[in-house]
């Protein structure tokens, strides 16, 4: 399949919510009477001692406030990640392996900005052990995700073509943790792997976030460092390398002082911005064959994706199917029944927090009996 070729003088169309310097920027929302901002510091105050000793926080084992949730959980993000199964359809349909991680790369990239996007300042909730999440696309390509694990909390899932082209697969534990009172780093722990009819497989790695200004500054996120994409049989391997900056808010600042009275200023690139190598690796033998590119893109989460001349995606293209979440077949255990995310999406923040807190301390009670250390009755 050919596409739209890329053409580097053109400005391409970047995401609503896109910072100017890079990233989306995380604003509360418009006509809302609540800052955010404050709630998040409150609920600092009772781990400020464990920062200020130095300590790095796990985000995931502190209850956040419905206030601060989103109406969805951490099942239904997956869908998001994975939501353009085009390119998988696109690369289920060639042998060439160069193409066919091509195609890996641009599903990929295109999923990164789905639930950053629409999250903002919200993080989603936290599936209960044995809740999940199914969905299918009009095309007949089915998702199911459950939650296997409550410490670590892991997530599994599974993509299905309808006719057995590709299968995707794999596990993720989610990791949180503040670097400091104004930082946030991320990153989903597991890989990610699509399986071909012909039994190829191709896995995938995952990027770090990072989430800038939750105390002091614009609060923004981030991906940064690189990631890869690996064909083990081919001995072909993608790597997309973000160009993302660790820049403190003081340097910012400065930075913005200096500008303003006519300091140098030098064109930085965007920090949503990377590029990627695609490149033969492996042995000959007992010797190490060095990287030997074979070609080379670059582009933007949030605005597009070009390989070679080609431009894969645009954010906005509206040629993607989407996830039909309407059905018989959803199970009681559903994370679309949780009666706390109805309440968050309704606003009713109060009930929410008790809902959510009833399913928190039920959780809690089940582990513990799984150790053996509450008499069941």
Not at 60 to 68: D, T, V
Not at 158 to 170: D, E, I, N, R, W
Not at 173 to 191: F, P, R
């Amino acid at each position: 399949m050919s596409f739209e070729k890329f053409d580097k003088s053109k400005p391409y169309t970047r995401h609503a919510k896109a910072h100017t310097q890079g990233g989306v920027f995380l604003k509360d929302d418009e006509g809302s009477n609540v800052n955010k901002r404050d709630v998040f510091l409150n609920l600092l105050k009772s781990v400020g001692s464990k920062l200020k000793e130095g300590k790095i926080l796990d985000l995931l084992k502190i209850s956040r406030p419905a206030l601060l949730s989103a109406p969805k959980t951490y099942l239904e993000c997956i869908a998001g990640d994975l939501f353009y199964t085009k390119f998988l359809d696109m690369a289920a349909a060639t042998q060439d392996p160069i193409q066919r991680i091509k195609y890996v790369v641009a599903f990929t990239i295109a999923g990164l900005h789905s639930n950053t996007t629409e999250l903002g300042n919200n993080g989603p909730l936290n599936p209960i052990l044995g809740e999940t999440y199914s969905a299918e696309k009009s095309d007949g390509t089915k998702i199911f995700c459950e939650q296997i694990s409550h410490h670590p909390p892991v997530s599994a899932y599974f993509v299905s073509h309808p006719t057995g082209a590709y299968k995707l697969y794999g596990t993720g534990e989610v990791m949180a943790k503040m670097t400091g009172l104004n930082t946030i780093n991320g990153q989903k722990v597991g890989d990610t792997i699509i399986e071909f009819k012909n039994g190829d497989k191709v896995v995938i790695g995952n990027p770090e976030m990072r989430i800038d200004g939750l105390v002091m500054g614009e609060r923004v996120i981030n991906y940064m460092k690189s990631f890869v994409i690996t064909d083990e049989k081919a001995k072909v391997q993608a790597e997309v390398s973000f160009n993302y900056q660790d820049v403190g808010a003081m340097t910012k600042i400065a930075s913005s002082f200096k500008g303003l009275f006519g300091g140098s200023k030098t064109e930085k690139p965007l920090f949503d911005s990377f590029n990627i190598s695609i490149y033969h690796f492996g042995k000959t033998g007992a010797k190490e064959i060095a990287k030997a590119e074979i070609c080379s893109g670059s582009g933007s989460w949030l605005s597009h994706l070009e390989i070679e001349g080609e431009l894969f995606w645009r954010v906005g293209d509206s040629k993607e199917d989407q996830w039909n979440e309407v059905g018989s077949g959803r199970l009681v255990s559903d994370s679309r029944n949780r009666m706390d995310s109805k309440l968050i999406r309704e606003k009713n923040y109060d009930r929410a927090q008790k809902e959510k807190e009833d399913l928190e301390n039920l959780q809690r009670h089940d582990a513990k009996l799984r150790k053996g250390k509450v008499a069941s009755k």
